[in-house]
Nanobody, 128 residues
Framework: QAQLVESGGGSVQAGGSLRLSCAAS????????MGWFRQTPGKEREGVGI????????YLADFVKGRFTISRDNAENTLYLQMDSLNPEDTGAYYC?????????????????????WGQGTQVTVSS
């Protein structure tokens, strides 16, 4: 009965901003490593960023560093992705994911699609 529900996607012009949210339920959110991934039709899903259970450590892909920020509010069981300075290459479906029991090894999940739980995705479209 664990569930992850993304929201906040939409259409925006290049240079604009969006904030994605991932509302979690049915598991102990505060003990899970969380991540954001994105996928363009016909391409493999790629990691955007990860955040450790306590929220104090994060990692972002090179192609979004300086533009995106990943954060979480454990009291609200919600994961966020603040996206600024968007460009057309950021277009795609964005998914949140959760994995338990990693502790200090959360970073190891960045390059894998093997996560315990996945959300349904939210579409982001950036026009020139």
């Amino acid at each position: 009965q664990a569930q992850l529900v993304e929201s906040g996607g939409g259409s925006v012009q290049a240079g604009g901003s969006l904030r994605l949210s991932c509302a979690a339920s049915g598991y102990t959110f505060s003990s899970y490593c969380m991540g954001w991934f994105r996928q363009t039709p016909g391409k493999e899903r790629e990691g955007v960023g990860i955040i450790y259970a306590g929220g104090g450590m994060t990692y972002l892909a090179d192609f979004v560093k300086g533009r995106f920020t990943i954060s979480r509010d454990n009291a609200e069981n919600t994961l966020y992705l603040q996206m600024d300075s968007l460009n057309p290459e950021d277009t795609g479906a964005y998914y949140c994911a959760a994995e338990p029991g990693l502790g200090g090894g959360c970073w190891r999940k960045f390059l894998t699609a093997d996560w315990r739980y996945w959300g349904q995705g939210t579409q982001v479209t950036v026009s020139s």
